[in-house]
């Protein structure tokens, strides 16, 4: 399985972080290796001063396919959650000054937590889903999928057309704003809607 992220799909986080809003999805990767297995530790890397959270939607992606059409993308994800797309901001921030890959930034082990998978119902309204997330019991983001700039049906769309997706990928949608830093000893708590979706502690 592969991670599929996109990045700057919200305008208020694009612009948060002096980035322009995209015409077309941003994509980039996280391996295998960068999931984060229930109920294991995470711990803060050594390589990173400015450890960023970022939570976002998650897609289960259910069957395979290449050139997917945007009228039947639906067909190719079946489950739904949160979870963290974990960026290492100081890394990152010297890549981009050099036009450099963002990998050692976004894409090291246990970078990607998620959540438990919510089934998606026929009646889900997939433009207008509530999540948010708490550092230590207090909202730190909110967001709802109204405000994606690339909705889920135009992301698988588009991917496909770069990258096959195969049962058990995983695309992380893009975060709204809000995002910020954590330290050791930080609880993450994500939801969608009121539910809780995961849980974990900086170490
Ligand atoms: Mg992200």
Not at 52 to 71: D, F, P, T
Not at 163 to 174: A, E
Request: contains cysteine; glycine residues 8%.
């Amino acid at each position: 399985m592969k991670f599929i992220c996109i990045g700057r799909n919200y305008v208020e986080h694009a612009k948060e972080l002096g980035n322009e809003v995209p015409e077309e999805p941003v994509i980039f990767m996280k391996p295998k290796s960068a999931l984060l297995q229930t109920n294991m530790p995470f711990y803060y890397p050594a390589f990173t001063n400015e450890l960023h959270y970022e939570c976002e939607v998650v897609l289960h992606i259910s069957k395979n396919g290449k050139y997917i059409s945007e009228a039947t993308a639906q067909q190719y994800y079946d489950a739904i959650s949160v979870g963290i797309d974990f960026t290492a901001r100081d890394v990152q921030s010297e890549l981009k000054k050099k036009g450099l890959p963002w990998e050692k930034a976004k894409a090291w082990d246990n970078s990607a937590v998620l959540g438990k998978w919510n089934n998606i119902s026929a009646d889900l309204d997939r433009k207008n889903i509530v999540f948010s997330m708490k550092k230590n019991g207090e909202i730190v983001q909110s967001g709802n999928t109204r405000d994606m700039i690339h909705s889920f049906d135009q992301i698988i769309a588009h991917v496909s057309n770069y990258f096959s997706l195969n049962i058990g990928d995983v695309i992380f949608t893009g975060t709204p704003k809000g995002v910020g830093e954590c330290s050791v000893g930080d609880e993450l708590e994500g939801f969608l809607g009121d539910e809780s979706m995961f849980k974990i502690k900086v170490q």
